[in-house]
């Protein structure tokens, strides 16, 4: 099928190249003339396991390209809509601004029957406003159907999770709607990947719903963690018994600084505003709970620094491990890590930050922050690293080697990653959230 995807940010350039990947030919729009440009060399703006490889056979072949024009990419068959719907200025629900821009520039092009799939997450009730501009707008008319289709991408996961998803949601209102996602989705379903056909409105809460659950879920956990740290206990050995019970599960609930990224607290945030918007008071409460614990996480995470230094915040230097705000990605977004990092910078720390792949994304954000191409480097003359996101090279840091780099030898284990025996055998104090210290040996 011919299929355009409009916009070519983390969502939509993986989604591209997964649709090129299941043999469609694939036209992607942006605005952005530089990314267009490296988009169409076969370059990607940003970092996914798996992307790079995917953008550069697929651009390669012809079957996928971008450009700035949507006129251009009109007569395809399926446009998906994978916009930015960031947090509006009154600080609670999403800025469908993107959305209906997009629709507004597409629509008068559109003189055939198609269908446009929106993938970004919206406030209950986009898609039948959307319909109706579209109905309103576009040559073809009512020939136009808009289907409600939301992406549960995880980031650092995206092309696994584009090519075999674990479900494919989509909100519609006509059989003809129905039939083009079965086309365009043919080979994933053939997979044995269930599809879940329903109205707008539940597809529309379903993806806001996943997400307020999962930060549900790790607010919980770190509210538990400190709770463990205030008698004592073990959070990891806490989580391994609750996970038992297939009721709970361990998956997500892992301790921590708090959730970040460019979805899960916009979404929480845009769910818990629908919720007051419907007058579920219940459903209000018990989200703003989850969003008052993970905004305390980043002043918690600074308490604990400072509890584990034996000099003064002033002047100290702090080693900061990770800059993305989750491993896989270089999305920096509301990090968790450069949160904590900006705080003790604040209050007069000398932060070095290390990432794999972020460093570039986060030196934007954060020019304020000093940055270390290598974890030896960063961890020169520290007198406390910090383990802020839970890359696997981190996991795999020589204590020992690192001992004889630091001026103190302290480390808090923000993700509960280190062996912490280990590198308390090197000499190391080991400090971690929910569990016990860790004395050097």
Not at 119 to 131: A, F, H, I, N, P
Not at 189 to 210: C, N, Q
Not at 322 to 349: C, I, M, W, Y
Request: hydrophobic letters at 45%; proline letters at 5%; charged letters at 20%.
């Amino acid at each position: 099928m011919r299929v355009s995807v409009i916009g070519c940010g983390h969502l939509g350039i993986p989604h591209a190249a997964g649709m090129a990947h299941l043999g469609h030919q694939v036209i992607g729009v942006d605005t952005d003339p530089g990314k267009v440009g490296a988009l169409n060399a076969g370059r990607a703006p940003i970092y996914e396991a798996g992307l790079s490889e995917l953008l550069a056979k697929h651009t390669a072949s012809g079957d996928l390209r971008f450009t700035l024009s949507m006129r251009e990419a009109a007569d395809a068959d399926v446009h998906f809509l994978a916009v930015g719907t960031p947090i509006d200025s009154d600080g609670r629900s999403y800025d469908t601004g993107q959305v209906f821009g997009a629709v507004r520039e597409l629509a008068p092009h559109l003189t055939r029957p198609c269908t446009i799939m929106g993938k970004s997450t919206v406030t209950v009730g986009t898609t039948r406003r959307l319909t109706e501009l579209v109905h309103r707008l576009a040559p073809a008319g009512t020939d136009v159907n808009v289907v409600w289709n939301p992406e549960f991408l995880r980031e650092g996961h995206a092309v696994e999770d584009t090519l075999q998803p674990d479900r494919i949601v989509v909100g519609l209102t006509n059989d003809h709607a129905e039939q083009a996602v079965r086309d365009i989705y043919a080979p994933i379903l053939a997979d044995g990947v269930p599809m879940f056909v329903t109205t707008p409105e539940t597809a529309e809460l379903i993806k806001g719903a996943a997400n307020s659950f999962l930060g549900l879920k790790i607010s919980f956990i770190n509210a538990v963690a400190d709770m463990c740290t205030a008698s004592g206990a073990d959070v990891m050995t806490l989580v391994e018994a609750l996970g038992i019970d297939p009721r709970i599960g361990a998956k997500g609930m892992m301790p921590g600084i708090g959730y970040g990224g460019g979805c899960l607290p916009k979404d929480v945030r845009a769910f818990t505003a629908s919720a007051t918007q419907l007058g579920t008071s219940d459903a209000e409460t018990l989200l703003r709970a989850a969003e008052a614990v993970n905004e305390n996480r980043a002043d918690y995470a600074v308490q604990v620094v400072d509890a584990a230094l034996d000099r003064d915040l002033e002047g100290a230097r702090v080693a900061m491990w990770g800059a993305s705000f989750k491993a896989g990605t270089n999305d920096v977004r509301e990090s968790p890590a450069l949160a904590v990092a900006g705080r003790l910078h604040q209050l007069g720390a000398r932060v070095t930050v290390h990432d794999p792949v972020a460093l570039d994304t986060a030196a934007r954000r954060h020019p304020e922050l000093e940055y270390a191409d290598t974890v030896e480097e960063a961890s020169a003359d520290a007198d406390v690293i910090l383990v802020g996101t839970e890359w696997p090279e981190y996991r795999q840091a020589d204590a020992k080697a690192l001992a004889d780099l630091v001026t103190n030898r302290t480390v808090v284990d923000f993700r509960n990653i280190l062996d912490g025996e280990q590198w308390a055998n090197a000499g190391w104090a080991v400090h971690r959230l929910g569990r016990p210290s860790i004395d050097p040996a």
